[in-house]
């Protein structure tokens, strides 16, 4: 299973492309447009939106020297000021970008009250870098959440997410990412990360979610909205299990993963790319269709963060 990184890089970008045109439509007009299955397709000229654009942020940030709070202000600002910034951006992270733009010291910035997926959607390229031990990743996973997104629950869902793929990455299965993730839960329940910001109540959100998607996937699928039994995803703790849910429907086929995260009447552009990075972790960038990555905006970024941790 080669290149994992660089697979779970585009595989975040193409579930989020496939999930762009569907993120504001129900289930019902996806399905009646897509099948059951939901768009499996990639468009010719396939366009993310702000997940891709945000976790490229993240990314860069990392690859950067010096001082991560710094870097990770940079390229968020970058971000809040590109052209390209126009593909219905969560509005938490606007106002913290703006208020990091400002000059406000990061803990005044963050939003403290929102537990948007917008921490977590983005997340998943700390879970990529091997060179971190399992607290630096918990560390800095929780930071670039805290940085906008200051409720405790995005804090622990975006450390879960990118253990999620870090656990992915050094050889587990999709099939054992829940125990792993509830594992996570109850250890970690008591790490205070990020002073001030983090705190127990985040991870029990986190665990309720974790143990009703062990309790979904115990029964069969009934083939139906994903979000209907595990959340719609606009928040953080919802966006990884209900992508969680969609991966593990589809263990063996991660384009039917995608498709299915994306017909839902959730967020599914942030439930797809998760899933899709989830996917890439996994089996490594062969698992995508070759043509895809000639498509997929973006691409040289991809391929050169990818390579950075392959
Ligand atoms: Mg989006």
New binding site residues.
């Given amino acids: 299973m080669g290149m994992r990184a660089t697979g779970s890089m585009f595989g975040l970008a193409y579930g989020?492309a496939l999930?762009?045109p569907v993120?504001f439509k129900k289930y019902p007009a996806i399905v009646a447009a897509f099948g059951p299955g939901g768009p499996t397709e990639l468009h010719k000229k396939a366009q993310v939106?702000?997940?891709t654009q945000m976790a490229l942020a993240v990314g860069w940030a990392l690859l950067s020297e010096g001082d991560l709070v710094q870097n990770l202000t940079t390229h968020f600002v970058k971000w809040l000021k590109s052209p390209d910034n126009n593909?219905?951006?969560?509005n938490t992270c606007m106002r913290a970008c703006l208020k990091l733009d400002y000059g406000l010291p990061w803990e005044q910035a963050s939003i403290r009250g929102s537990k948007g997926c917008g921490a977590n959607?983005r997340v998943t390229p700390v879970g990529l870098v091997k060179t971190y031990d399992d607290d630096t990743t918990a560390y800095v996973a929780q930071l670039q959440a805290a940085m906008t997104h200051g409720h405790p629950t995005a804090l622990a869902a975006s450390e879960l997410t990118a253990f999620a793929v870090r656990f992915l990455v050094q050889g587990a299965t999709l099939h054992e990412l829940p125990g792993l993730l509830l594992e996570r839960c109850r250890s970690q329940r008591q790490v205070m990360r990020v002073d001030g910001f983090s705190s127990p109540a985040g991870w029990d959100e986190c665990r309720e979610v974790l143990e009703n998607l062990q309790a979904v996937l115990s029964t069969k699928d009934d083939g139906g909205d994903v979000c209907a039994r595990t959340g719609e995803g606009w928040i953080a703790e919802e966006a990884l299990a209900t992508a969680l849910h969609a991966a593990l429907r589809h263990p063996d086929d991660s384009v039917a993963a995608l498709g299915r995260a994306c017909a839902t009447n959730g967020?599914s552009?942030?439930i797809a790319?998760l899933a899709g990075a989830f996917h890439g972790a996994a089996y490594g960038m062969t698992v995508w269709p070759a043509e895809w990555s000639k498509r997929i905006e973006y691409r040289d970024q991809l391929a050169k963060l990818g390579a950075a941790w392959d």
């Avoid at 593909?87 to 969560?90: D, E, M």
């Fill in positions: 989020d999930g762009k993120e939106t702000d997940d593909r219905a951006p969560g959607m967020d552009d942030s790319c």
